[in-house]
């Protein structure tokens, strides 16, 4: 399963579909930091948000890089389900490089004020729970999933959009969205360990359900 892994982020990287996500990091970090300092809390509640269909949309690149043939042997060589979980693992990691990327990119920039130990720890949580949710949404817009690019395009965006939406308006169905702007809320008033420990539960769960969504279709599809 490793191999697997290697070669689809050798061949997101070699295909250069890894430049449209790294661009569209620099584009939100430059927006969310161009006009002055931040507290780091505060900021990167903000960039987690942000950043989450980029990183969906990361996910979905990586995962419909494989040609389809290839896929199929894939799943023919290892099984559906380590095929899966490599998929996911693949974008994941690349994933995980968008919120390094995204984190540090304020540093150089300058965009960072005040104390920053516990705003950093919060910061990061926020960036996980976007990211698990995030490759979780990009997984169902891959072409394994929805066999069309349009099909594909219209569940990145459907999906971004509401969770941006369902969470400004926490009493309309919160759990049909993952908490980014309850996060970044929270982050702005600095949380307690209750709050972090509520709203961690709502995106491991809501990320859980997504992906077995996920593979449930894989398997249905295959």
Same mark, same amino acid.
């Given at each position: 399963? #490793? ?10 990287? *070699?295909?250069?579909? @890894? /430049? ?15 006009? #002055? ?35 199929? $042997?894939?799943?023919?060589? @290892?099984? $559906? ?23 540090? &990119?304020?540093?150089?920039? #300058? ?28 997984? $169902? ?11 594909? !395009?219209?569940?990145? @965006? ?7 939406? /369902?969470? &400004? ?6 759990? &049909?969205?993952?908490? $980014? ?22 995106? !491991?769960?809501?990320?859980? @359900? ?10 249905? *599809?295959?």
């Amino acid at each position: 399963m #490793g191999a697997l892994v290697r070669m689809r982020l050798t061949g997101f990287l *070699r295909s250069g579909r @890894v /430049l449209p996500g790294l661009l569209g990091t620099l584009v939100v970090v430059a927006i969310i930091y161009g006009g #002055g300092k931040s507290e780091a809390a505060e900021a990167y509640g903000f960039s987690a948000v942000a950043l989450f269909p980029v990183i969906a949309w990361q996910a979905k690149l990586i995962l419909d890089t494989e040609p389809d043939v290839q896929r199929r $042997l894939a799943v023919t060589a @290892v099984g $559906l389900r380590r095929e899966v979980v490599a998929g996911l693992l693949a974008a994941g990691v690349v994933g995980l490089a968008t919120v390094i990327f995204a984190m540090g &990119l304020p540093w150089l920039m #300058g965009g960072i004020e005040g104390p920053v130990g516990r705003g950093l720890t919060l910061g990061s949580w926020a960036h996980a729970a976007s990211l698990v949710a995030a490759v979780g949404l990009g997984a $169902l817009a891959s072409r394994p999933v929805t066999r069309s690019t349009l099909y594909g !395009i219209a569940v990145l @965006v459907t999906g971004s959009v509401l969770a941006i939406v /369902l969470g &400004l308006n926490g009493s309309v169905a919160p759990w &049909l969205a993952p908490p $980014l702007m309850a996060a970044a809320r929270t982050l702005a008033d600095q949380p307690g360990s209750g709050s972090v420990l509520g709203l961690s539960v709502h995106a !491991i769960t809501w990320s859980a @359900v997504v992906t077995a969504f996920y593979a449930f279709l894989r398997r249905t *599809r295959s």
